[in-house]
């Protein structure tokens, strides 16, 4: 049973930037696709960004893309969300997931796997 741990969050002015980290363990990370969600107040948890096992495969919402880099280092257990010039609609608590698949999903319920979440704020 693999646990997830995200860490990085915080309050940030528009423009800036921020890394999320979540590291795993109890399990082989190295088998899991990994993926971001996140989750504004009053609205349903969204796809951020995921990549695949190996890391040659990458999906982005297109809210974020070009703004945020989703990486890992199965070395270290730990997938990345670099993310870029936010924006106050970029606030929400963030969450990171996993699932045992080669195929890289976008949906929630795909996901096994869950953190505790990170809050991002982006004050305007």
């Known amino acids: 049973q693999v646990q997830l741990v995200e860490s990085g969050g915080g309050l940030v002015q528009a423009g800036g930037s921020l890394r999320l980290s979540c590291e795993a363990s109890?399990?082989?990370?190295?088998?899991?696709?990994m993926g971001w969600f996140r989750q504004a107040p009053g609205k349903e948890r969204e796809f951020v960004a995921a990549?695949?096992?190996?890391?040659?495969?990458?999906i982005y919402a297109d809210s974020v893309k070009g703004r945020f880099t989703i990486s890992r280092v199965n070395a270290k257990n730990t997938v990345y969300l670099q993310m870029n010039s936010l924006k106050f609609e970029d606030t929400a608590v963030y969450y990171c997931?996993?699932?045992?698949?080669?195929?890289?999903?976008?949906?929630?319920?795909?996901?096994?796997?869950w953190g505790q979440g990170t809050q991002v704020t982006v004050s305007s």
């Open positions: 990549i695949s096992w190996t890391g040659a495969n990458t």
């Open positions: 997931a996993a699932d045992r698949s080669l195929v890289v999903f976008t949906t929630v319920r795909e996901y096994d796997h």
């Open positions: 109890g399990g082989t990370f190295s088998t899991y696709a």
